[in-house]
């Protein structure tokens, strides 16, 4: 009894840390109607992402299987569910949310963390690889010059990205 | 005027007070105050030896001030009240206090305290009584007759009960024929009986039983002597006051003679204008004289000006056998006077058109529900078969989409309530007729929560309609077959299907009747959010506004199924009926009065009457003032309290005769305690004390309260009043902020409170010793919980500290 009711005090933190996040505030809206993972491109071909289960599952509490899962890191950002959401829950928004949630707890899929470095060191996210400097010229493009990456990192430091990625060379 | 001789009359409840309250002393104390002339003591004065003493006082002339402590007030009130009456005093001079629930119950632990402040509240009720002055009874005339506006079923039924009850009745409908959105709908769930069928009037020469329900043509309802019906009319102007409205009617021209024409239908053959048909969705074409279908009402043709050629062919004219038809008829206006006006405007389809991955209006094979319903209609387009309209071959695949604009926050926010019963009736009926259509309905949630209702859920299901639990994300068309495809995730497969299909059936939410805004402002009626009529309590009184003498029924207030319309109709002529049914409308004039001398020159009271009371009217002296209906006005006292130049005062609530109330209460300080002046309203916040007193939840008894009609009546400089009197700590009781039995009451007096709590802090006085709550009945609680934590916290301010001359 006594854990159970401990259980659900958690359960309800969940849907509260969302809805206090910057584009979680709607979740708690949502009524299940499945248009956002029919209108979904994602879902269409994979089965490892459908908009409707994360929300269901992040409004039932099931934190660490949204959080820790890869779901929330498929959603593309084509926010065709956030239009067509009839309760206007913002629904592309609350997948960033998740992410967000995700991050500070340690959660960071390894691509990310790479680009995050990328973006720190290189000031790019994708690095210039030897094949591409090959490939530039030929495409009429000039070769690429390492960029400035000082303000980048200011910006880092104010927001607390680089941070972020501390945590989660800490976590990993 | 008289001398003040007040009689003070004190209930013991059978020996049960007296065990708390030392009424020796209060009998002696009220002896000695002034123009206290009786005083007399037994153990209930609302019935039986108790009211003789207090009617032989008054008949005796003895006395011409009536106060009584007595339990269950209200109770005891219209008793005493009546009585004093017959005994022939005016009954407004009687002044009822509850020394059981107000005093001793809640105080019941300190003895001391609870006589002390029994005795402020009879000093306060005494003080008022003197000051008390007759209230005349008025009479207002009340025309027998009422004007239904819509000739939909609601207004079908209500202007049948009306007229059977012998009220002259106007029953003015927008289209050329009566029917309304039900005559299309073709059938109506529960019964699956033909949606035309209505209840026979009384006066039909064949109706001998309650049995009798007929079409509407055959049925006598347009037969009814009592019963003027103005097709293709609307209402443009209202003028007037309850029981005795002035309403402008503009008839549009029919150009087809109502008395001549007898349907031979020799016109629309000749007619060589050919346009879409709107009342059968477009699947069919009509001429520019027509008809909707063969029986309506009234049985005559009518011609479509925007589409005819008029003198440029005047082909019918020539056909017509009768000379019906007269082209140059003329837009007419049309006077009528009645007591009351019912509105029945009832709803529509949303359109869908607006939901753009749905392409309604794109597609022609996707429809709505409405759409359906024509095609099932046996008199319909199609003759009962259901097509695909873009080729016209039979639809053998039809998927139908629930909640299309409904349940949308980007729409309408709420459920509409009759769609999901209307498309297991469509489902149901197609199945019946063609079992081999394969028919799916996508739903969010299915709603069947009326009596019989789950059952067609369940005839659906047993027919083989298909659910599927999901709402379709997009309506596309295949390029090369046409055939319209669905997208919607099963979400109890968890799988995507993309269901192909002959037809699409939307099932859109229903909202207000065209026109329904522009209506509201004619007869200055309040509308919801949602775009629909405002009722005056959807609990208690769902066919009333705020606005007595009109009403409202059927869909006009929300989507409704055909039994609750029928409900609603028979309720709003109920209403109707009371209001008019003796010819005069009886009001006492506890009203607003207006001090003209003072008023002039600012719109700040009629704009905050919740009942358009009060008009703005020029006097001889070059000025404007403040005129108040003694019909419209409801004593609220909200003009009162908004009033900046102190012109208003309620004739039974007035400024000298709270004064002296308050005066009363803080005089006598039985404890040691900070004294609490608390204000309530007479609705639910006095409610509230009673409620705690008679659950005898205790609360310290130097709270003291006194009543009034409503907060809104409260200015600012009564609570630096209170202050200056004695008062400690001031307590606002109100209703709920939403829930003002007088609609902005308890808004206004918010609003005051906020602004003399600002007005204190500048006097240097803590602002928290001012405090507004709103509860309602059940609240007792709540009341004897912010009764203690004003002491306590008045006690930790200390004594309040006036500045001099102030």
């Known amino acids: 009894m006594k854990q159970g009711k401990e259980e659900k005090t958690t359960n309800q933190a969940f849907s509260d840390v969302i809805t206090s996040r910057l584009g979680g505030e709607t979740i708690t809206l949502c009524y299940q109607c499945g248009t956002c993972a029919s209108s979904c491109p994602v879902a269409r071909i994979t089965p490892r992402f459908n908009p409707r289960e994360v929300i269901k599952l992040s409004l039932l509490g099931e934190k660490d299987e949204v959080l820790s899962g890869d779901a929330i890191w498929l959603c593309c950002s084509c926010y065709n569910c956030q239009e067509r959401c009839p309760q206007k829950v913002e629904i592309a928004d609350v997948i960033y949310a998740l992410r967000n949630i995700a991050v500070k707890e340690g959660n960071i899929p390894n691509i990310y963390s790479e680009f995050a470095a990328e973006l720190i060191n290189e000031g790019r996210i994708v690095p210039i690889s030897k094949f591409l400097e090959k490939k530039r010229p030929d495409l009429g493009l000039p070769s690429l010059k390492p960029v400035g990456v000082d303000a980048l990192r200011k910006i880092f430091s104010i927001t607390g990205f680089d941070k972020i990625k501390q945590e989660k060379a800490e976590a990993s | ?806």
């Open chain 2, 1 to 806: 005027m008289n001398e003040v001789k007040v009689g003070v009359f004190l209930s013991d409840c059978g020996n049960q007070l007296s065990k708390i309250l030392d009424f020796n002393a209060l009998t002696n104390y009220v002896k000695d105050v002034s123009d206290v002339v009786l005083v007399k003591r037994n153990s209930e004065f609302w019935r039986g030896e108790g009211l003789r003493i207090i009617v032989d006082a008054v008949k005796g002339g003895k006395i011409n001030r009536v106060v009584v402590a007595e339990s269950l007030p209200k109770l005891s009130e219209v008793s005493i009240v009546q009585a004093v009456e017959e005994a022939g005093l005016n009954p407004y001079l009687v002044e009822v206090i509850d020394l059981k629930d107000h005093c001793a119950w809640p105080h019941r632990e300190t003895p001391k305290e609870a006589t002390e402040k029994a005795k402020a509240m009879l000093l306060a009720a005494t003080e008022r009584a003197k000051l008390l002055e007759p209230i005349e009874k008025l009479e207002f005339p009340a025309l027998k007759s009422v004007l239904v506006i819509g000739g939909g079923i609601a207004g079908m039924q209500a202007a049948v009960d009306l007229a059977d009850l012998g009220f002259e009745v106007d029953l003015v409908e927008k289209e050329p024929f009566l029917g309304g959105l039900a005559a299309r709908a073709g059938r109506f769930f529960p019964t699956d009986d033909c949606a035309i069928c209505i209840q026979s009037p009384a006066s039909d020469v064949k109706t001998i039983t309650h049995t009798s329900r007929k079409c509407v043509y055959r049925s006598g309802f347009t037969e009814i002597p009592n019963l003027n019906i103005l097709a293709n009319s609307k209402v443009v102007g209202v003028e007037g006051v309850p029981g005795n409205y002035k309403v402008t009617i503009e008839k549009k021209p029919r150009y087809v003679n109502e008395l001549k024409c007898v349907r031979c239908d020799l016109c629309t053959p000749v007619c060589p204008v050919e346009v879409p048909d709107e009342y059968n969705a477009k699947l069919k074409t009509r001429k520019a004289i027509y008809m909707i279908t063969p029986n309506v009402h009234p049985p005559v043709y009518v011609i479509d000006e925007s589409v005819c050629k008029f003198r440029d062919c005047a082909k019918c004219v020539e056909v017509c056998p009768t000379d019906a038809i007269e082209l140059d008829q003329k837009i007419e206006r049309v006077t009528l006077n009645v007591g009351s006006i019912i509105v029945a405007t009832g709803f529509q389809e949303f359109d869908s058109s607006v939901i753009k991955e749905y392409h309604y209006g794109d597609y022609p094979d996707v429809i709505t529900n409405l759409e359906l319903a024509r095609m099932i209609d046996g008199f319909g387009p199609t003759g009962g078969t259901i097509i695909k309209p873009s080729d016209r071959k039979p639809a053998k695949k039809i998927v139908m989409v629930q909640c299309v604009g409904s349940r949308d926050r980007r729409w309408n926010p709420y459920c509409s309530s009759i769609c999901c019963m209307i498309s297991l009736k469509h489902a149901s009926l197609i199945k019946t007729a063609y079992p081999d259509t394969d028919v799916t309905v996508c739903y969010i949630d299915i709603r069947t929560t009326g009596r019989e209702h789950e059952y067609y859920y369940e005839r659906a299901r047993e027919m083989g309609v298909k659910f599927v639990k999901g709402r379709p994300s997009e309506i596309s068309r295949d390029p090369e077959t046409g055939r319209l495809i669905v997208d919607v995730e099963d979400e109890l497969l968890k799988r995507f299907l993309e269901l192909d299909a002959d037809l699409v059936v939307l099932a859109p939410a229903m909202v207000p009747a065209e026109g329904t805004k522009e209506l509201a402002e004619i007869l200055g009626l309040e509308l919801e959010e949602d775009g629909f009529f405002k009722e005056y309590n959807a609990k208690l009184r769902p066919t009333e506004t705020k606005l007595r003498g009109m009403y409202l029924c059927g869909g006009a207030t929300f989507p409704k199924d055909a039994p609750t319309t029928s409900l609603h109709a028979h309720s709003a002529a109920m209403k109707a009926a009371k209001f008019l049914i003796t010819g005069k409308i009886v009001k006492d004039q506890r009203t607003a009065v207006v001090n003209e001398e003072y008023c002039g020159d600012c719109e700040f009271c009629p704009v905050t009457c919740p009942y358009g009371a009060i008009s703005l009217e020029p006097t001889s002296e070059d000025h404007i003032v403040a005129r108040i209906s003694d019909l419209l006005c409801e004593g609220c006292g909200i003009c009162v309290g908004t009033c900046p130049l102190n012109a208003i005062e309620l004739r039974h609530s007035r400024p000298n005769q709270m004064l002296a109330q308050m005066k009363a209460l803080m005089s006598i300080n039985g404890t040691s305690k900070p004294l609490i002046l608390t204000i309530c309203c007479s609705e639910c916040g006095h409610a509230a004390v009673d409620s705690s007193g008679m659950a005898m939840m205790q609360y310290p008894a130097n709270v003291r309260v006194m009543k009034v009609p409503c907060t809104g009546i409260l200015q600012v400089h009564q609570f630096l009043e209170a202050f200056k009197v004695g008062a400690q700590g001031v307590m606002v009781v109100g209703c709920k902020s939403d829930g003002c039995h007088y609609e902005v009451g308890s808004q206004q007096a918010e609003k005051k409170v906020a602004l003399a709590r600002m007005l204190l802090k500048e006097y240097g006085i803590e602002p928290e010793r001012l405090e507004m709550f709103n509860m309602v009945y059940i609240e007792g609680d709540k009341f004897a919980e912010a009764a203690q934590t004003m002491t306590e916290r008045l006690k930790k301010l200390g004594k309040l500290q006036l500045m001099e001359g102030s």
